[in-house]
């Protein structure tokens, strides 16, 4: 037998199986990496660039229609249609959002007891300067959020009208003990009050002297949410439990204005009395200035059919200070009107100050301002001015009261602010 020795092997002409499955293996990967690099390279031509990312976008906030709300039951209203409120609300998008749960879900029971030809259940009347309490009372039954169960009853309403007390010629004294006598009375006959100590009730009254009626029980004032139209946070009012009420002095005598600021020549307007500290400074200061048109008085109606009223139609800015109490109808006038509020009156909780916000569609001033009053509405810019007035006519119809209630009036702004503070009450 003739042994091979490796060198020889190796020189022989033939390879071995070793060196076949080496170059084999090699082969393979060359082509395999070629083909791989190839169709990358092709990818990368053919795709799109991938985005570049910048941060969160903000997409705009906007009303839609609610496909999941039962639109053949909205109080009577159109579909809203879809409007940018950014400018105007402090977050659009959980008003939005809150408020189509409140029609959904968002119910009230009205207690039954007391005579409506005396002081309960029906309004006085739903004109003049306390037509807000009247149009609540007329409104609240008219809507869909009653219900005649009070087991499902998110909230209770008292339903005690001060202003037909006023009108009948009630006393102060004698309206607390009217007021004192009909909730003890709810109190003895049903359990609900008594599982929250009346947290989860509310009443409603415009008349300055309504709020006091209601003084005579502590517990009124403690617990219940008092929706009012003297919202002064400095004498018991409370934010986050009490409900400003917007004065609405309805009906309105001439059409909202708007869109008109090349109309809008009078730099700031005020007429009335003078039955406030703040409104005493501001006519002892300004009453004989050229561009201010300040008047110490009312103005007659023998100088001219609305003569008062169409001063708001050409007036930027319409001075609101607070008079015997905080509020004003003079605010809602200036709103309905389209001339921007500015609002001088100290320890002021504004209606609907939670949801909407106020420097978008008017001046908010400290009373101390008024000395500097003129040169603070002159130094607006132009452009800001526009922006205000804008935003003014967007917010018109939360301060306008109907019958029946329209979607997102004034009406259904209060039920907004009562379903949000439902919502703390623990039982």
């Known amino acids: 037998m003739t042994i091979v020795k490796p060198s020889q092997l190796a020189s022989s002409g033939g390879s071995s199986p070793l060196c076949s499955l080496k170059g084999s293996l090699l082969t393979v990967a060359v082509l395999t990496f070629v083909s791989l690099f190839y169709l990358s390279l092709n990818s990368l031509r053919n795709s799109p660039p991938s985005p570049v990312v910048v941060g969160p976008i903000q997409v705009p906030q906007t009303f839609v229609k609610e496909d999941t709300l039962d639109n053949s039951d909205n109080d009577g209203a159109p579909a809203e249609e879809e409007e940018n409120y950014s400018d105007v609300y402090h977050s659009p998008e959980s008003f939005r959002l809150n408020y189509a749960e409140m029609e959904r879900r968002f119910k009230v029971y009205i207690y039954p007891d007391g005579d409506p030809n005396t002081f309960y259940q029906t309004p006085r009347k739903v004109t003049g300067k306390y037509a807000s309490e009247g149009y609540f009372f007329q409104n609240i039954r008219e809507s869909r959020f009653r219900t005649l169960d009070p087991e499902e009853a998110d909230l209770f309403f008292i339903p005690v009208s001060c202003h037909k007390m006023r009108g009948k010629g009630t006393s102060y004294e004698n309206m607390t003990v009217i007021v004192q006598n009909y909730v003890d009375g709810l109190i003895a006959k049903y359990p609900y009050w008594n599982r929250t100590l009346g947290a989860d009730h509310f009443f409603v009254t415009c008349h300055d002297v ?120 003079r605010i809602t006038d200036s709103i309905h009107y389209g001339c921007i509020p500015v609002i001088l009156s100290d320890y002021y909780d504004l209606p609907f100050n939670d949801i909407l916000n106020w420097r978008k569609f008017a001046v908010v001033l400290r009373e101390r301002d008024v000395y500097n009053l003129k040169q603070i509405l002159k130094n607006i810019p132009h452009s800001e001015f526009v922006s205000l007035h804008n935003n003014l006519v967007k917010v018109q119809k939360h301060f306008q009261w109907n019958s029946p209630p329209v979607k997102f009036d004034a009406f259904h702004m209060i039920m907004y602010e009562l379903w949000l503070r439902h919502h703390v009450i623990k039982y």
């Open 210 to 329: 309504g709020v006091r009626a209601f003084e005579g029980s502590p517990l009124l004032i403690k617990n219940t949410i008092r929706v009012v139209c003297s919202p002064s946070y400095n004498v018991g009012f409370i934010p986050h439990k009490d409900v400003a009420l917007p004065q609405v002095l309805q009906p309105f005598a001439l059409p909202a204005g708007g869109n008109d600021v090349e109309n809008r020549t009078t730099l700031g307007f005020w007429a009335g009395h003078r039955n406030s500290k703040i409104r005493v400074i501001l006519a002892r200061v300004w009453e004989n200035d050229t561009e201010l048109d300040i008047s110490n008085n009312r103005i007659n109606r023998a100088t001219g059919h609305l003569v008062y009223q169409k001063r708001f139609y050409r007036t930027k800015f319409c001075i609101c200070p607070g008079g015997s109490q905080v509020n004003s109808a």
